[in-house]
């Protein structure tokens, strides 16, 4: 089964196409990376999927569910989202930043129930940011604010994560920790991933799934061993022979 399937989306903006036709069904249970040269629609496709974008023809579906027929609340229930920025214009503590997470679970004006409150502590301490609770959002570095966002979605406890390239500015220690706690979810939960990552070996360690994109074309998607091979990686980011490519996916300069 299917939790995310993609038919003959077509995206543009400012005059430039995006994607044409781009069709890609994401399996139930899946822990798939995207991977692919800078421009070549990730986010763009992240942010179709999760509801953020308008596609201009196509359709997506979400749990056999066409995705324009969710309601933003039940929407939130299904999917959590990861972006690979987020500006903080207001102060608010990383507790309750996490917590708001759990909003599609209250009801308007609703106090924080216990099992929030237990909900978003477990997140905390799983991040590894259980000792920022009471820090401002603001005042924290850009890897530990990363992982905070990591947390918050973890707490809406959806059956699908998005995630936009969540391992920026995150130093190596805490990029497996995040990975792990990924993988757990996934295997353990059978929470479905969706990453965006430009770590080539990581995304073969951890994966399921690879989907290479180049300039909005799906070159290939499927087993991670079948995809990530020297052939494709050459190909899907323009490598010429003064660079080897490894079986782990490491990308060296020759000389």
């Given at each position: 089964?299917?939790?995310?399937?993609?038919?003959?989306?077509?995206f543009?903006?400012?005059?430039?196409?995006i994607?044409?036709?781009?069709?890609?069904?994401?399996p139930?249970?899946?822990?798939?990376?995207?991977?692919?040269?800078?421009?070549?629609?990730?986010?763009?496709?992240?942010k179709?999927?999760?509801?953020?974008?308008?596609?201009?023809?196509?359709t997506?579906?979400?749990?056999?569910?066409?995705?324009?027929?969710y309601?933003?609340?039940d929407?939130?229930?299904?999917?959590?989202?990861?972006p690979?920025?987020?500006?903080?214009?207001?102060?608010?503590?990383?507790?309750?930043?996490?917590?708001?997470?759990?909003?599609?679970?209250?009801?308007?004006?609703?106090m924080q129930?216990?099992?929030?409150?237990?909900?978003v502590?477990?997140m905390l301490?799983?991040?590894?940011?259980?000792?920022?609770?009471?820090?401002?959002?603001?005042a924290l570095?850009?890897g530990?604010?990363?992982?905070?966002?990591?947390?918050?979605?973890?707490?809406?406890?959806?059956g699908?994560?998005?995630?936009?390239e969540?391992?920026?500015?995150?130093?190596?220690?805490?990029?497996?920790?995040?990975?792990?706690?990924?993988?757990?979810?996934?295997?353990?939960?059978?929470?479905?991933?969706?990453?965006?990552?430009?770590?080539?070996?990581?995304?073969?360690?951890?994966?399921k799934?690879?989907l290479?994109?180049?300039?909005?074309?799906?070159?290939h998607?499927?087993d991670?061993?079948?995809v990530?091979?020297?052939?494709?990686?050459r190909?899907?980011?323009d490598?010429?022979?003064r660079?080897?490519v490894?079986?782990?996916?490491?990308?060296?300069?020759k000389?």
């Open positions: 089964m299917d939790c995310i399937t993609v038919d003959n989306l077509t543009g903006y400012d005059n430039k196409q994607f044409s036709s781009l069709s890609v069904n994401f139930q249970g899946g822990f798939c990376s995207i991977l692919g040269p800078n421009g070549s629609g990730k986010t763009t496709l992240l179709c999927i999760v509801g953020l974008l308008k596609p201009d023809s196509g997506i579906t979400l749990n056999g569910k066409p995705l324009t027929d309601k933003m609340m929407l939130a229930r299904e999917i959590a989202y990861v690979q920025y987020q500006d903080i214009v207001f102060d608010i503590t990383v507790f309750d930043y996490v917590m708001l997470g759990r909003n599609p679970y209250q009801t308007p004006w609703e129930r216990a099992e929030d409150k237990e909900v502590e477990d301490q799983r991040c590894k940011v259980w000792k920022y609770r009471d820090s401002l959002l603001q570095s850009g530990e604010r990363q992982r905070v966002m990591v947390a918050r979605a973890m707490a809406q406890q959806t699908i994560m998005l995630l936009d969540p391992l920026s500015n995150i130093d190596v220690t805490h990029k497996f920790e995040i990975m792990d706690i990924l993988q757990q979810l996934n295997e353990e939960q059978g929470v479905s991933i969706l990453i965006i990552l430009h770590d080539l070996p990581i995304a073969k360690a951890y994966s799934q690879i290479l994109l180049k300039s909005g074309n799906l070159l998607f499927g991670r061993n079948a990530l091979t020297e052939e494709n990686i190909n899907c980011f490598l010429t022979e660079y080897d490894s079986e782990e996916g490491f990308i060296t300069k000389g």
